[in-house]
């Protein structure tokens, strides 16, 4: 049974940083691990990417020099590092992983298998 478990969400002031963790088991032929998030009334959007066959990272315009992707792999563990974080990063967190990549679309989440419960985020003084 393929599992992806987030962790790591909470509140934070503006400014703040937060490390997500999303850990995988049951599944061993990803090709990528990825962050989505979703707001209230808004839009999936894939926050970061990271590919686990070359190390390629890709981040969303808006989290760009915020946010860091990286990975354990010993631990089957993607994190995500977000700093100077603001009101608007304020949303519920996926990850996802699936049997297949596209790196020019690794932020469309209808290309992914297999998604995590989410973990909130809020960020508000």
């Known amino acids: 049974q393929v599992q992806l478990v987030e962790s790591g969400g909470g509140l934070v002031q503006p400014g703040g940083s937060l490390r997500l963790s999303c850990t995988v088991s049951?599944?061993?032929?990803?090709?990528?691990i990825t962050w989505f998030r979703q707001a209230p009334g808004e839009e999936r959007e894939g926050v970061s990417c990271l590919s686990v066959t070359d190390g390629t990272t890709y981040y969303a315009d808006s989290v760009k020099g915020r946010f860091t992707i990286s990975r354990d792999n010993a631990k089957h563990t993607v994190y995500v590092q977000m700093d100077s974080l603001k009101p608007e990063d304020t949303a519920v967190y996926y990850c996802?992983?699936?049997?297949?990549?596209?790196?020019?679309?690794?932020?469309?989440?209808?290309?992914?298998?297999?998604w995590g419960q989410g973990t909130q985020v809020t960020v508000s003084s």
């Open positions: 996802a992983t699936g049997w297949g990549f596209w790196a020019t679309r690794w932020d469309e989440g209808g290309l992914y298998d297999y």
């Open positions: 049951g599944f061993n032929n990803y090709y990528a």
